[in-house]
């Protein structure tokens, strides 16, 4: 059996970075956080996620955009969208991309957690 799933999480906002990085870790996954999806391509991280929870609005690069740049580049880490503006045609975007989930913001740990383990779970990975 591998080791804990490694999930990368990407949003501007620190505090919603903080919160997510601290649910994800006190249900044993081993969570890197990043500002921007700038910050995420410069890493190493793209290789070793499990999975992939940003947001969708950032600065310069869009999460739907860096779902699409992942793919181009042969990635098939799957991707768990949030979002504080959950407009449809948006969600259809995402989903449309390839997109596990779609979650508006404020969500429920609980929605977060099940799309969580359906993406390991598409993977072949064991949920922590």
């Not at 906002?13 to 870790?25: E, F, H, T």
């Not at 979650?103 to 990975?125: D, I, N």
């Amino acid at each position: 059996m591998s080791g804990p799933s490694v999930i990368s999480v990407l949003d501007d906002d620190p505090y919603v970075r903080a919160a997510i990085n601290n649910l994800l870790k006190s249900r044993g996954y081993i969570v890197h956080t990043f500002a921007s999806a700038e910050e995420f391509l410069e890493s190493t991280d793209l290789r070793d996620a499990s999975c992939v929870i940003a947001d969708v609005q950032m600065p310069v690069m869009s999460g739907i955009d860096l779902l699409a740049q992942t793919r181009d580049q042969g990635s098939a880490t799957p991707f768990i969208f949030i979002t504080a503006f959950p407009e449809e045609s948006v969600r259809a975007r995402a989903l449309e991309a390839g997109a596990i989930c779609f979650l508006g913001k404020p969500f429920a740990t609980s929605e977060l957690m099940q799309c969580l383990e359906v993406a390991l779970r598409g993977r072949g990975e064991a949920t922590a």
